[in-house]
């Protein structure tokens, strides 16, 4: 017999919760944030509504299915199944989070609050909900088929991610390494810069833009669903051991970036989530190129 669909909640502590965890109680954390001059009243009506859609959410999933609920912190130890549909109620930024541990299930986005959020991934309202559950299943249902990037270690360490993935130092120090093409046969240039970052169509609204608008650069940024990934090299020093000659480029479906750690220690993290980064030392390499699954972002 078929196990019935699962509806997995995706959401994150909101900034009320944090000033709690941090302050113990209201009182405390309005004092807090009185004293330098803010006021604790807008974080808990954000809040609220947070709670609110959450209930809402809850409500609409189908009584014949299952439901859980995970918080973003629990990701990296929570078992996604085949059968499940992943609702993601919050930020554009919690859907990026959540898509490096799926493997192909439908994703719905829930913006909790319009108007405060782009809405790139989270493009719905709660009250849409019971109705994308439906399409999530559905013969032939809409989804946007989003391009990710992964890294892989030459030890199968595997990183994926949905924006962009960096390499390069961890704290403010000069990362060394030898950067170059899968293809090639040399070891690549030497370099001495603060990273590495190789980012997709979805991320091109965020930090691979920001690099993209700074190198002036003439390559058409890719759209989400483009399999298409930009790179580029922070800061790279020239010097007698180190080369500046590839500090940007293109990769397409099957082509890899090869980077080969010259330094003690690299990390290696998707989306911003440095505390679930790869951590690579000397003479390790790393393979950087689309991946082979997609986000499946219900339209």
Known sequence: MSLAPRAVLVHRRTEYEELLTRHGTHGQAAFFLSSRGRSIDELLRRHDRVQQALQEV???????????????????????????????????????????????????????????????????????????????????????????????????QRILALNEIYLGPPGHQTARYRLGSDTENGPGEAQASSGVLVGTGTGATGWLRSLWLERSSTTELPTPCDPRLLWFVREAWPSPATGTTRVAGELGRGQKLRLTVESDRIVVFGDGMEADALELTWGQSVRVGIAGTTLRLVT
């Open 58 to 156: 809850a409500a609409a999933v189908p009584l014949t299915w299952r439901s859980s609920r995970v918080e973003r912190a629990d990701l990296d130890r929570f078992l996604f199944a085949p059968q499940d549909v992943v609702v993601v109620v919050g930020q554009d930024g919690l859907v990026a989070n959540t898509a490096k541990y799926l493997s192909g299930q439908p994703v719905v986005g829930i913006d909790t609050d319009p108007g405060r959020n782009a809405g790139i991934l989270v493009r719905h309202r709660c009250h849409d909900t019971a109705a994308l559950l439906r399409a999530a299943i559905a013969a032939g249902g809409r989804a946007d088929e989003l391009t990710m990037v992964e890294a892989v270690a030459d030890d199968t």
